[in-house]
């Protein structure tokens, strides 16, 4: 206990060590962990072999971090793109194979660009009418030739892992904290729009953008680490998860904000409409996320005192937030849960949480999480502090108008919870 709580009060910003794995930048991913977080505690509360588990896995940071230590990462997740991310930084790839593929899909793409006709009959008959319309929007008619030159050279690759890998790049010359090629300003704080002051945004050219990405990524590929082979990770939901009973040896995840604060699908539909995804199965997708605003016909827990009591100060301001609030804590009662199921004894789950701010409120997140935990049989035995790099890490907007100092201060921080199931 004395060891977790020295552990705590170290410096967990971690903002300016440099990246030790290449894989990491594969693709960008709104409040992803700096590695060495979770690698400071892999290392610190288990040993090689062991298994390590992150429920809501992102992009993967925790998972290709325990594989490179010599641990066995398993990660879930519900987001098709956050799946695609982390099984490509796990793939073992040869870098001189995929370069190969790589020059050949651009050739070919940019050589069938010579006959537009044919790529803007794949334009409009490959999607249904809803996601088109999507696609109308947010991509100039240019882009969209350049984008389906490149899907359909990347569709005919053989091999599963390099496609996959091409699939990834493709993903990520689009979304983008700037909206990469599409006509989209911002997808990292806000809702997407076309005009900045009045002005659309300049035209990129996808191919070479897609060769620029490449190029980056397969720096990325040499780095490979030594990634345990038995690391993987699964489509499965964190409040119910396909694993046995006492079978984890540690835990290293972060949930959602509340009140969906990071939209994830907003701006990852912005790619997974091109790889196969219609809007109205994303939108579906959408609403099961843990911090969703959806609340008719939810299922809700029964919530000790604290979040009771923010629960109810909020409501007195807005019902609805309070409800979405609600929603959120039984959802994260759900995943403390299955956590406390599946980890062994006296082993322990470092949860990465911010606190969010609704009708001027502080959710009070950390307390209330822990007071959740202790009521399910996983107490918290401490929480620490890290320092927030919104930029680098793509969080919400600031709320400074309308929250007071002392939260605004609380914002700009993460808590970790270290939650430890007892023997
Ligand atoms: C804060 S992010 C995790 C970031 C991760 N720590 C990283 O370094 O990339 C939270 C993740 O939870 C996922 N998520 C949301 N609802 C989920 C659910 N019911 N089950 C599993 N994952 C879920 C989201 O898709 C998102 O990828």
Redesign the pocket.
Known sequence: MERLTALLSKDLGFHDAPVSNGRHNFHS?????PPQL?RFFIENLSVPGELVL?????????VVEAASAGRVGLG????PL?LLITKVKLTPLDTASVERQVNKVAQEAELSLMHPSRLEKEVNGRFDEKTKQFIDYWFSEQTQIELMSLLIQIEKVKDPDIKDFLKLTFSAIIVTKSGGVSLAWDLGHTRPHRLNQGKPKKYKPAIPEFEKRATKNLMGLTSNGEMVERSRVRF????NLPLQDESIDLIV?????ASNA?D?MRAHKFSLVWLGNEVDSLTELRS????GDKVTDFDFESLPPLPESVISNISKLDNQKALVLRRYYS?MTR?LNEMRRVLRPGKVAIV?VGSSVMRGIDTETDRCLAEIGRALGLPCAGIGVRLLDRDRRMMPTSTKSRADSQIENRMHREFVLAFVKPN
Do not use: L, Q, R, W
């Open positions: 991913f709104p409040a992803k962990f979770s992150d429920p809501m896995s992102g992009s993967g940071t925790t879930f997740d519900i987001d956050a499965g939901n964190a409040e995840t972060s949930p959602p904000y990071i994830y099961k996320y843990i911090g959802e995943v990465v």
